[in-house]
C-alpha cells in the first residue's frame, strides 16, 4: 500500500510502499477514505524538539481520518465489513486506575496513532476496535476526517458552562474556529476570537456568527465595550499556544473567570500567578477527546445544526503530499484534506 512516512530523522515526510498493516483478535482494518493535516503533522514533517523526542522512525504518519472497514478481528463484536467510520487516536491501556474507573482519556500509558503508532496517512490503517466511531449517514467522509480536532475544540468549548456567558477564544486555527463554532452553537453570549492572521479571522466569521479581533490592530477593551461588556469574559479558550494570548485573556477575565487550555506553549514561560490567584481564575488543562463523551455529543451537534465545514479550505489527492504538506507548513488559513 501507499503511505505517507517518516522514513529519515530529518525534515521531511515521504510516499513509500509498504506491507498492509496485520490486525489483531480486537483490532479492525481500516481502508482509509479522506485524512486532515494537523499541526502536530506539521511538527513531525519540520522535525522539531517535540518530534524528535516522541516519533520513532521509520513510522507511517496520520491521525485524522475516516475510511471504511475491511476486516475484522476474531474476537471483534458489533462492527462488520462495509461500515464507514472514524475513530478516536489515542489508543488507550485498561489496567491504570483512570481505564478502570473508565475514565480512558485521563489513562497515563495513552499512546497516539501516526505519533507512537502505525498511523492513517495509508491506503490502510489498522485500529483497536474499541477506539472506532461508527459514521451516521449525515456525517460524509470530509467532515468524518476532521472529527479528531474538532473533538478537541468540543473538549475544550464544553469544559465549562458557556450558556449564556461572554466567551474569549485566543488564536484562529483550525481548532480555535471550531471552539468558537462550538461556543456559539451552544448558546454563548458574545464569541470573541484573536488573532493576527486577517485571512483566519475572516474565515472565523464565516464559519461561525462571531466577533473578530485582530489584536495587531485593535484593542480587546474597545472591543468589549462596543458589546457592551462591563467586568470581562465568563470564560476563556485558549487554543494558540501562545504566552502573549494568555497574558491577554487573564487580563480581560471577569473575577472567578473559567479558561480551558488547549493550546501547547513550544517551551515553559512565565506568567503571573498572583492574578489568577487575586482573581480566583480557574486553570484547566485539555488534552485529546474524552472517550467517548466528546465524540458523543460532537456527532449529536453536528446532526442538530453545528456546521464546520467551511473549516476546510483545501482538498487535495494524496499523491499531491508535497505540496500539500508545503502549504500547511506555510500557514494555510483552514484545514487540508487529503484524498487517498
Ligand atoms: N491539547 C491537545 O490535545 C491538543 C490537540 C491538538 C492541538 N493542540 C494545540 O492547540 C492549538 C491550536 O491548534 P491549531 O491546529 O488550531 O493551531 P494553529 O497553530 O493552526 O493556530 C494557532 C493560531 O494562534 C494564533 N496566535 C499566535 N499568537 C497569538 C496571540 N498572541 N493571540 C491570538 N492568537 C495567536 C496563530 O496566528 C494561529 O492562527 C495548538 O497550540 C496545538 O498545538 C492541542
Ligand atoms: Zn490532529
Request: with cysteine; charged share 25%.
Amino acid at each position: 500500500m501507499r503511505a505517507l512516512v517518516k522514513a529519515k530523522p530529518e525534515p521531511g515526510i515521504w510516499m513509500e510502499e509498504r506491507p498492509i498493516p496485520e490486525i489483531g483478535p480486537e483490532d479492525v482494518l481500516v481502508k482509509v477514505h479522506k485524512t486532515g493535516i494537523c499541526g502536530t503533522d506539521i511538527h513531525i514533517y519540520k522535525w522539531d524538539d517535540w518530534a524528535q523526542k516522541t516519533v520513532p522512525v521509520p513510522l507511517v504518519t496520520g491521525h485524522e481520518y475516516s475510511g471504511e472497514i475491511v476486516a475484522v478481528g476474531e474476537d471483534v463484536k458489533n462492527l462488520s465489513i462495509g461500515q464507514r467510520v472514524s475513530g478516536e487516536g489515542h489508543v488507550v491501556g485498561m489496567t491504570s486506575r483512570a481505564s478502570r474507573a473508565g475514565k480512558f482519556h485521563l489513562d497515563p500509558e495513552t499512546r497516539g496513532i501516526g505519533v507512537n503508532l502505525p498511523g492513517a496517512f495509508a491506503e490502510f490503517v489498522r485500529i483497536p476496535a474499541f477506539n472506532i466511531i461508527r459514521l451516521p449517514d449525515t456525517i460524509d467522509d470530509e467532515l468524518g476526517a476532521i472529527l479528531d480536532p474538532l473533538g478537541n475544540a468540543v473538549h475544550t468549548a464544553l469544559a465549562f458552562d458557556i450558556v449564556g456567558e461572554d466567551v474569549l477564544v485566543t488564536g484562529a486555527g483550525p481548532i480555535g474556529l471550531m471552539g468558537a463554532a462550538v461556543a456559539r452553537h451552544v448558546g454563548a453570549r458574545h464569541v470573541v476570537i484573536t488573532d493576527m492572521n486577517p485571512d483566519r479571522l475572516q474565515l472565523a466569521a464565516e464559519v461561525a456568527d462571531v466577533v473578530p479581533v485582530n489584536i495587531a490592530k485593535e484593542n480587546l477593551r474597545e472591543v468589549m465595550d462596543r458589546l457592551g461588556m462591563k467586568e470581562g469574559f465568563d470564560v476563556g479558550l485558549e487554543m494558540s499556544g501562545a504566552p502573549a494570548a494568555l497574558d491577554q485573556m487573564i487580563d480581560h477575565m471577569v473575577m472567578g473567570g473559567r479558561i480551558a487550555l488547549l493550546g501547547v506553549p513550544a517551551r515553559p514561560f512565565i506568567f503571573d500567578l498572583g492574578k489568577i490567584v487575586f482573581r480566583m481564575i480557574t486553570l484547566r488543562g485539555i488534552y485529546g477527546r474524552e472517550m467517548f463523551e466528546t465524540w458523543h455529543k460532537m456527532l449529536a451537534m453536528l446532526e442538530s445544526g453545528l456546521d464546520v465545514r467551511k473549516v476546510i479550505t483545501r482538498r487535495m489527492s494524496a499523491d499531491n503530499y508535497a505540496e500539500a504538506f508545503r502549504l500547511a507548513a506555510a500557514g494555510e488559513k483552514g484545514k487540508i484534506v487529503l484524498e487517498w
